[in-house]
């Protein structure tokens, strides 16, 4: 037989089950990475894991890296673009 659930545990559950908004990744995102590494965890830590799964942010920069990033190195001869791709010019494939 499996022991009790933990006072800490219950509260967690309480708060999913009843409480907990999924209106965006925030809170689901910090508890995962809370959980996942079974240590306190660095603001920066938390917030790379919500940017990582923003698709309303990971679609802004991959816009930005088509118009921007990849214009001005591409222009330099620094990158080249193929198939959806960048790679440094002289790098193999």
Known sequence: MPPPPTATYERLRQYIAQRMRMSHIYQP?????????????????VARRILGEDMTQI???????????????????????????????????
């Open 29 to 45: 995102l910090m508890l995962m990475e809370l959980l996942g590494r079974r240590s306190p965890a660095p603001a920066q830590d």
């Open 59 to 93: 679609d802004y920069y991959t816009e930005r890296v088509k118009r921007m990033v990849r214009k001005v190195l591409t222009g330099n001869g620094i990158t080249r673009y193929e198939k959806g791709s960048y790679a440094l010019v002289g790098a193999s494939s």
